[in-house]
């Protein structure tokens, strides 16, 4: 039994070594990209880190604004909304670490 799995020259294969053509994407428009889910979490952690005092809120809302720049593919529109999320973001931590503290509940 002789196999020819290296042997390019074979006369049985049926592919076309110059008939092939490199890839090349279809450009996408802006507003058919998927949604950024990761920066739309962003600004609603940093928006109840800022609102409800929460600083895990405000911690997370940084770390998914990380991600979203991270993986950024619309340049304006995701830049706008991570600028925002970072901005809600900082201003929870700001609040929660150097405003003044919150009233203990009382039993």
Not at 1 to 18: I, T
Request: glycine share 6%; with cysteine; aromatic share 8%.
């Amino acid at each position: 039994m002789s196999h020819s799995h290296g042997n390019v020259s074979s006369g049985n294969d049926p592919r076309q070594p110059l008939a092939a053509k490199p890839y090349t994407p279809r450009p996408v428009a802006p507003e058919d990209l998927p949604v950024d889910y990761s920066g739309f979490i962003a600004v609603i952690l940093g928006v109840s880190g800022v609102m409800f005092r929460y600083k895990i809120c405000s911690w997370l809302a940084i770390i998914f604004c990380a991600q979203s720049l991270a993986n950024m593919r619309n340049l304006e529109n995701d830049l706008k909304q991570i600028s925002m999320a970072m901005m809600f973001a900082v201003m929870g931590l700001v609040t929660n670490y150097l405003g003044p503290n919150r009233p203990a509940a009382k039993k």
